[in-house]
């Protein structure tokens, strides 16, 4: 991929003013924003995400804050990654589930499961209430990397992901599903589905955007080994 870098001397990045920080109460954040002017294609796309970008909607961010380093990107090295006994029986539990690719995800049935799991997990975060300008703002499909993908029980939509295809692996923008699905690990599915996407593609990394030690809902992401933690500007595998 060459030197990724090298990048931020070419696109030029904003930084916002300290905000209350979406995840650890009492702290203060501030986030990089790549220019919206800033031409993106696939290939920039995936150098900034090698460094440490995601991405919300059309905009590339980063957490950039002066007195706290706790968000870690974190990605599964997929050739390592081998599922453990719980994860193996979440792949046998879900494997009636219908998938597919899909063009859109505009319809009120898309919209309704959304608001179901934001209403039932996320009401504490900064996406509740759920609102439909803002899950259209969000969730887009950007740069010709963008798959959205349902997961389908006898035809009821049961979840919903959201992905980009990098040229060094698949970032997973987001995941929402049936919270009156608890039974099946819904979310964990769905990795583990994107991990073997990756396999199949030749791609070496699936991407899940920040883990933050001391955040309850970030622990998930760990659950998943090997992973690596960008670190001081290398990628450090945790077994």
């Not at 924003?33 to 980063?62: C, K, N």
């Not at 998930?220 to 992973?227: L, V």
Request: aromatic share 12%.
């Amino acid at each position: 991929m060459g030197n990724p870098v090298s990048l931020l001397a070419n696109v030029r990045v904003f930084a916002t003013y300290p905000h209350n920080c979406s995840y650890l109460p009492g702290e203060q954040a501030t986030t990089l924003f790549v220019d919206p002017s800033t031409p993106i294609d696939a290939r920039i796309y995936s150098q900034l995400s090698y460094i440490g970008f995601r991405r919300s909607g059309p905009h590339l961010y980063r957490p950039h804050c002066a007195a706290c380093n706790a968000c870690v990107p974190a990605r599964v090295p997929v050739t390592d990654f081998t599922a453990n006994r719980g994860q193996r029986r979440i792949l046998s539990r879900n494997r009636d589930l219908q998938i597919d690719v899909v063009e859109s995800i505009s319809s009120d049935e898309h919209f309704e499961l959304y608001s179901r799991y934001i209403c039932a997990r996320h009401r504490d975060g900064d996406m509740y209430p759920p609102d439909r300008e803002q899950f259209n703002s969000f969730l887009t499909r950007e740069w010709g990397s963008t798959s959205f993908v349902e997961f389908r029980h006898e035809q009821r939509l049961v979840a919903l992901a959201v992905l980009d295809r990098l040229e060094n692996g698949i970032s997973a923008i987001y995941t929402f599903y049936d919270p009156d699905a608890a039974t099946r690990s819904l979310g964990s599915f769905v990795i583990l589905w994107q991990i073997a996407l990756a396999r199949e593609l030749g791609l070496p990394a699936v991407y899940l955007g920040y883990w933050i030690r001391n955040c309850r809902k970030m622990n998930y992401k760990t659950r998943f080994r090997p992973i690596e933690l960008l670190t001081n500007g290398h990628w450090v595998r945790v077994d």
